[in-house]
């Protein structure tokens, strides 16, 4: 059961207000050898629209075992929900004023891997089940969804073990792909018409009284697929950021920044990476695609802007914002009324940067920033003599560690305040993606329907036993780390990465080659103790100790998303949104990719994978409120 109680062990930290969710319990193993999949998933589906076409719902207690997850995303309703066993279930349904909207389920059979088939639900594979894709629709739209049925040890009775139901797209408004694709050209004898780069000029610069639908403020990942999806969808968006070129995000990250997770994980929507592309990327190869996705997606795309003011009217239900562009070298003030304003600054909010630490301006030394704005250790032999401290032990302040010792530091201390969950890349490549996101392995969009298809309750069961596994492989560097006096913990209730993510945020280091070196004492580590005062050249602590420093990155994490939201909007805004990230009482991510409490405000934000699947689930969203299909206040 979901708790909101006060946690104060590191591993269980969460964000405020979010709540811990319980790891599921699996099923019994009640397999039989001779098994005709396609069949037993027929019957079942049967049985399952049948309960809902007659609206007795109370039929459904015995299609679904008592721990069951049925995990929807906007077929039952305009939101997310993981309703947890049957009586969950049929509650949902009977306050739903939709009722069950599902008008169709069928069998997808389209290929081997999504056809019925005997399956492990869990990680050691040993408790199997029958699994099928689906294909589903509902009054309005089409989707795809996922079952995995197992049979009751009770009764012998084929019952859901989790059900999984998502839409793809709306009847009449499909993506302009395909057969629907764009014309091009406007054949005929038209005089003084516009050829491609005319047309295309005119409405990345939205001129002679156009405007966009949709403001999107940042053009990372995630400002990047939203406006992929809603470009494709025929609502027109303009991305509008304050650096001076699209990728900028993180072409100014620190020297040697890669990405952590693998090529087949990152693909972005509609142009997925070339097969030659490194399977960790670069960030400056990476800012390099964006700008290319960016101008091959005709994305709308404004450089060197700021928001200046922004003002939403209830009445007329559209925004007022006021922007300043650089262009040509000249500002321009423009004012743009769209009916959505998308924040996808990504899912971290402003830096936290503790200037309450007694003493910090009186630092004298060569640097005192926070890691979002290191760019990298002095290069060519200038850090030599030099001592490096960074405050803070998950990815970035391991990677700044890394790039001070390689580049000659006389001493790189990292202060661990409490503890950090460590897993070697090959644990995440290896275990955790292993079988979806690997080299031939499934197509990503299959890939990712299984991925979500899995409750987080489930995951967190799953990755128990997952992150076992990556231990006991990474078990001689984790002894060392140990050895070295840095202080290791295995994440929420013992499920390693995901959930340390989904839950906080952060709190992790998928190691890239910092931990070997802090085994080997090349990295030093300060832990447990808070920091007293930052003097000139120095760093003082609770245990009367002293770190000499010239350069010092605080890697201190991030604020909420919401107040970035405060930054750019103001308080109005701000007092209208609830936090992001963390789970909420169903163990679906709070407020991200949903509906805010502020109409016409969305959060979008994520990593790659998170970007590329939940961007068409708010395209989705916003489209049926343009298009009529919902309203704001619908549930």
Not at 43 to 58: P, R, V
Not at 147 to 157: E, F, S, T
Not at 387 to 401: E, K, L, R, T, W
Request: aromatic residues 10%.
């Amino acid at each position: 059961m979901a708790t909101a109680e006060a946690i104060t062990s590191p591993s269980l930290r969460r964000e405020p207000g979010s709540f811990c969710i319980g790891a599921a319990c699996y099923p019994q193993k009640t397999l039989n050898s001779d098994i005709d999949a396609e069949k037993v998933v027929s019957k079942w589906i049967d049985s399952f629209i049948g309960a809902l076409n007659s609206t007795d719902y109370s039929k459904l207690s015995n299609l679904f075992l008592k721990e069951s997850y049925w995990r929807d995303q906007l077929s039952l309703s305009w939101d997310f929900h993981t309703l947890k066993g049957p009586e969950h279930i049929i509650s949902f349904l009977k306050n739903n004023k939709n009722g069950g909207r599902l008008e169709k389920i069928s069998i997808d059979s389209s290929s081997a891997l999504r056809s019925p088939k005997v399956a492990p639900f869990d990680f050691g594979g040993t408790i199997k089940g029958v699994q099928s894709f689906l294909t589903i629709e509902t009054d309005i739209g089409r989707g795809r969804g996922l079952v995995r049925l197992m049979q009751c040890p009770v009764d012998g009775a084929w019952k859901s073990y989790t059900l999984f139901t998502t839409i793809h797209e709306f009847k009449g408004y499909e993506e302009l792909v395909g057969g629907r694709r764009p014309l091009g050209v406007n054949h005929g004898g038209q005089p003084d018409r516009m050829n491609w780069q005319e047309r295309r000029e005119s409405l990345q610069n939205f001129e002679g009284g156009q405007e966009p639908t949709v403001l999107i403020v940042g053009a990372g990942q995630g400002g990047l697929t939203i406006a992929a999806r809603l470009k494709v969808l025929g609502v027109e968006s303009l991305i509008v950021d304050r650096n001076e070129r699209v990728g900028d995000n993180w072409r100014n990250r620190y020297h040697h920044l890669v990405l952590h997770d693998p090529v087949w994980y990152d693909h972005m929507p509609y142009l997925s990476f070339p097969p030659h592309w490194p399977v960790f990327t670069p960030k400056d190869k990476l800012g390099d695609w964006f700008e290319s996705y960016a101008s091959a997606l005709e994305l709308n795309v404004w450089m060197k802007t700021s928001i200046k003011s922004s003002v939403w009217e209830d009445d007329k239900r559209q925004w007022t914002v006021v922007s300043e562009r650089v262009r040509d070298g000249k500002t321009e003030t423009r004012t743009i009324h769209p009916r959505h304003v998308i924040q996808a600054t990504g899912h971290s909010g402003e830096p936290y940067f503790p200037s309450h630490i007694k003493g910090i301006e009186s630092f004298k030394g060569d640097l005192l920033t926070h890691s979002s704005k290191f760019v990298g250790a002095k290069k060519d032999g200038k850090g030599k003599g030099k001592h490096a401290v960074i405050v803070g032990c998950c990815n970035s302040g391991h990677d700044i560690a890394q790039d001070y010792y390689e580049s000659g530091y006389e001493s790189v201390t990292m202060v661990q305040r409490s503890s950090t969950y460590v897993i070697s890349s090959s644990g995440v490549t290896d275990v955790l993606l292993a079988g979806l996101y690997v080299e031939g392995g499934p197509p990503t969009e299959d890939a990712d329907l299984i991925s979500q298809s899995i409750p987080n309750h489930v995951i967190k069961r799953m990755h128990q036993d997952a992150t076992a596994e990556i231990a006991r492989r990474d078990k001689p560097l984790l002894d060392g780390l140990t050895k070295a006096g840095f202080k290791l913990n295995s994440g929420p209730d013992d499920s390693g990465l995901f959930n340390t993510y989904f839950q906080r945020g952060g709190g992790y280091y998928i190691d890239v080659g910092a931990s070997q070196l802090i085994v080997d004492g090349k990295i030093k580590i300060k832990q447990g103790q808070e920091i007293t005062s930052v003097n000139a050249h120095s760093l003082s602590f609770a245990d009367d100790t002293e770190l000499p420093a010239d350069e010092i990155v605080f890697a201190t994490g991030y604020k909420n998303m919401r107040e970035t939201a405060r930054a750019i909007f103001g308080e109005a805004v701000y007092r209208r949104t609830k936090d992001i990230w963390g789970y909420d009482e169903e163990g679906e991510l709070r407020t991200i990719w949903r509906r805010s409490s502020h109409p016409g405000f969305w959060f979008f934000g994520g990593n790659f994978a998170l970007c590329r699947y939940y961007s068409r689930l708010l395209a989705l969203q916003i489209l049926a409120l343009e298009k009529g299909l919902a309203k704001w206040e619908d549930q």
